[in-house]
């Protein structure tokens, strides 16, 4: 379809869409009131994990930062909303183009209405689905901050936040989750996003981390923490909307709803236990970074795996994901010298693949026959596919992450300079501090 038909199209339609809603009034049988009921909720549990990120990454820089910090999430909300109305849904789950995106038949949520969608929403309206996935496109961009903080310009990150959510996001879940996509079709199982949100996000921190280079001291100074009760309070709200995150994979209100909560909570709760029992190990310390770390790890790991494994597997899930993060985060990151700020590689990117890898291995059809057993069960073709969407959400990430901070680069400014780190963002780029002097 050309643009020039297409555009002006759909933004008479999207005056419309009061009118278009309510005309959808026919479709009403097929929807499901619990279900409608419980996608809202869960959509809105999602929602709250951003501001919760903002507040769990502003408590781990230090003071200067922490404005520039919590606006590093908080803008996503924003950015991606707007980019996905205009575009971005459609080219995640508009009609296929090729198996690696959605062509813009869907733009301006042209034809997402109050009807149901039977391949998306077959119980929900189709623009409940598009909010829930909403919801997650505006997460991702928001933890791929955690590599890059306290040392990048704000306006450039923006920029880049709207251009990783179009060349990074939105073919990576087309190609996971869309109709057509090629890794769904080969029949990769990914439930809730752990290569489409945390291996996207957390490769690109790295290679952005790597890009724009460590913060000044880095290596010689002590860049502790300013604020824990800000990390604990980002990290609670974190945890609680994640149960949002992954039994909304479920799109409705089943028994595969409950059994993703409870593999949530059992693969959370046990990584979180097991990350300070290393901290006591190692460092001697039960320390509540390492509480709340923990959490996130567990919560990364289970969260492709969450519809797919019993609860003794996503007990499992929980024991081996922390440890394999907790020695990426105290010995690969020193050794190797990239400064990934907040350890977003080292729990969403390592996290994401252990919990892929880990989702082809343990999946069962005994819990979700829409599933696939994996190689436990006695398919051990099922890595397969789970390697490709590994390697293609790495290679995705990696190449398109360059391309946009090289670019960037070229006619703005990306990284901080010396003096204006030195200074703070939150005085060079908001003229704000989170702490004033009484």
Same mark, same amino acid.
Request: with cysteine; glycine share 14%; hydrophobic share 50%.
């Given at each position: 379809?050309?643009?020039? #038909?297409?555009?002006?199209?759909?933004?008479?339609?999207?005056?419309?869409?009061?009118?278009?809603?309510?005309?959808?009034?026919?479709?009403?049988?097929?929807?499901?009131?619990?279900? /409608?009921? =419980?996608?809202? +909720?869960?959509?809105?549990?999602?929602?709250?994990?951003?501001?919760?990120?903002?507040?769990?990454?502003?408590?781990?820089? &230090?003071?200067?930062?922490?404005?520039?910090?919590?606006?590093?999430? !908080?803008?996503?909300?924003?950015?991606?909303?707007?980019?996905?109305?205009?575009?971005?849904?459609?080219?995640?789950?508009?009609? $296929?183009? @090729? @198996?690696?995106?959605?062509?813009?038949?869907?733009?301006?949520?042209?034809?997402?209405?109050?009807?149901?969608?039977?391949?998306?929403?077959?119980?929900?309206?189709?623009?409940?689905?598009?909010?829930?996935? %909403?919801?997650?496109?505006? %997460?991702?961009?928001?933890?791929?901050?955690?590599?890059?903080?306290? &040392?990048?310009?704000?306006?450039?990150?923006?920029?880049?936040? +709207?251009?990783?959510?179009?060349?990074?996001?939105?073919?990576?879940?087309?190609?996971?989750?869309?109709?057509?996509?090629? /890794?769904?079709?080969?029949?990769?199982?990914?439930?809730?996003?752990?290569?489409?949100?945390?291996?996207?996000?957390?490769?690109?921190?790295?290679?952005?981390?790597?890009?724009?280079?460590?913060?000044? @001291?880095?290596?010689? %100074?002590?860049? &502790?923490?300013?604020?824990?009760?800000?990390?604990?309070?980002?990290?609670?709200?974190?945890?609680?909307?994640?149960?949002?995150?992954?039994?909304?994979?479920?799109?409705?209100?089943?028994?595969?709803?409950? *059994?993703?909560?409870?593999?949530?909570?059992?693969?959370?709760?046990?990584?979180?236990? +097991?990350? #300070?029992?290393?901290?006591?190990?190692?460092?001697?310390? !039960?320390?509540?970074? @390492?509480?709340?770390?923990?959490?996130?790890?567990?919560?990364?790991?289970?969260?492709?795996?969450?519809?797919?494994?019993?609860?003794?597997?996503?007990?499992?899930?929980?024991?081996?994901?922390?440890?394999?993060?907790?020695?990426?985060?105290? =010995?690969?990151?020193?050794?190797?010298?990239?400064?990934?700020?907040?350890?977003?590689?080292?729990?969403?990117?390592?996290?994401?693949?252990?919990?892929?890898? !880990?989702?082809?291995?343990?999946?069962?059809?005994?819990?979700?026959?829409?599933?696939?057993?994996?190689? %436990? =069960?006695?398919?051990?073709?099922?890595?397969?596919?789970?390697?490709?969407? #590994?390697?293609?959400?790495?290679?995705?990430? +990696?190449?398109?992450?360059?391309?946009? #901070?090289?670019?960037?680069?070229?006619?703005?400014?990306?990284?901080?300079?010396?003096?204006?780190?030195?200074?703070? *963002?939150?005085?060079? $780029?908001?003229?704000?501090?989170?702490?004033?002097? !009484?």
């Amino acid at each position: 379809m050309k643009l020039s #038909i297409l555009f002006p199209g759909t933004l008479a339609w999207a005056l419309a869409l009061p009118a278009a809603a309510l005309a959808a009034d026919d479709t009403a049988q097929e929807l499901s009131a619990g279900d /409608i009921s =419980y996608m809202c +909720v869960a959509t809105l549990l999602v929602l709250i994990m951003t501001p919760a990120l903002g507040f769990f990454y502003g408590g781990l820089v &230090r003071r200067k930062n922490t404005i520039n910090t919590i606006m590093m999430s !908080m803008v996503c909300l924003a950015l991606i909303t707007v980019q996905w109305f205009l575009f971005g849904y459609s080219l995640s789950f508009g009609p $296929d183009a @090729g @198996g690696i995106i959605g062509n813009l038949d869907w733009a301006f949520f042209n034809g997402v209405g109050l009807e149901a969608f039977k391949d998306y929403s077959p119980t929900i309206p189709h623009v409940l689905f598009a909010m829930f996935q %909403l919801a997650f496109a505006i %997460l991702t961009p928001a933890i791929v901050s955690g590599g890059i903080v306290e &040392r990048t310009r704000f306006p450039a990150y923006c920029l880049f936040v +709207v251009l990783w959510g179009t060349l990074v996001y939105d073919p990576m879940a087309h190609m996971v989750w869309g109709l057509g996509g090629f /890794i769904r079709d080969m029949g990769a199982l990914d439930f809730a996003g752990g290569t489409v949100i945390h291996i996207t996000s957390g490769f690109s921190a790295l290679t952005a981390a790597v890009l724009i280079g460590a913060r000044k @001291g880095y290596g010689s %100074l002590t860049l &502790r923490p300013h604020n824990m009760p800000y990390v604990c309070l980002g990290g609670s709200f974190l945890w609680l909307g994640w149960f949002g995150f992954n039994s909304g994979a479920a799109v409705g209100a089943t028994a595969l709803t409950a *059994l993703a909560l409870a593999n949530t909570g059992i693969a959370s709760c046990t990584a979180g236990l +097991v990350w #300070i029992l290393l901290d006591r190990m190692v460092h001697g310390k !039960m320390t509540t970074l @390492g509480l709340m770390t923990g959490f996130v790890a567990g919560l990364v790991g289970i969260t492709p795996a969450a519809g797919f494994v019993t609860v003794g597997s996503a007990f499992l899930i929980g024991i081996t994901t922390p440890v394999i993060c907790f020695f990426f985060v105290s =010995y690969v990151k020193g050794r190797l010298g990239y400064d990934d700020s907040l350890d977003a590689f080292g729990c969403h990117g390592v996290g994401g693949v252990w919990g892929a890898l !880990m989702t082809g291995v343990l999946a069962t059809k005994s819990v979700n026959d829409a599933g696939a057993d994996g190689w %436990l =069960y006695g398919n051990a073709a099922q890595m397969i596919p789970q390697l490709t969407g #590994i390697v293609t959400g790495i290679v995705l990430a +990696v190449v398109m992450t360059a391309v946009i #901070i090289k670019g960037l680069g070229l006619f703005m400014q990306v990284r901080a300079t010396d003096a204006e780190e030195a200074q703070g *963002l939150d005085l060079i $780029d908001h003229g704000e501090r989170a702490y004033n002097k !009484m």
